[in-house]
């Protein structure tokens, strides 16, 4: 089993790489959970898809599931958040956009993968300017 669940992956990274982004998730669907760090992969793999057709509600949908699996890992679950402000950012939801990235910093402050307090204070602007 676990050896089809890495091809799967590895499909559907390949289709992912083609641009092919709808059959990447039907691979994602046949894939089998295994284990948290390659579930929030999947997931997030699978979110990543959905941005790219800009379907934007299921995105965040797969983001949520991948925050899931990476059960607090503190490379990953800030790597799937910032991810999801992003979304936010595109869907125009500043505030939302704006409490992510709060508790990004508030819950992994050691987190190096973004300048959070850069994107903190331009949804903090771009949620003051929304009201």
């Known amino acids: 089993q676990d050896a089809g669940n890495r091809a799967k992956l590895m499909t559907a990274i390949g289709y992912y790489q083609k641009g092919e982004y709808q059959k990447c998730i ?22 990543d898809c959905y941005v790219n057709l800009k379907k934007y509600d299921e995105a ?15 490379y990953l679950a800030p790597f799937i958040m910032a991810k999801q402000a992003r979304i ?17 910093k508030k819950e992994y402050p050691t987190y ?14 771009l949620a003051e300017g929304n009201k």
Not at 26 to 47: E, M, P, R, V
């Open 88 to 104: 936010y950012n595109e869907k125009k939801e500043y505030a939302k956009e704006l409490e992510v990235y709060e508790t990004i």
């Open 112 to 125: 190096t993968g973004i300048e959070v307090d850069k994107y903190i204070q331009r949804a903090k602007t």
């Open 26 to 47: 039907d691979f994602i669907d046949g894939y089998s959970k295994t284990s948290s760090t390659i579930d929030a992969g999947a997931y997030s793999l699978k979110g």
């Open 60 to 74: 965040l949908g797969c983001f949520s599931d991948a925050l899931s699996a990476a059960n607090e890992n503190p």
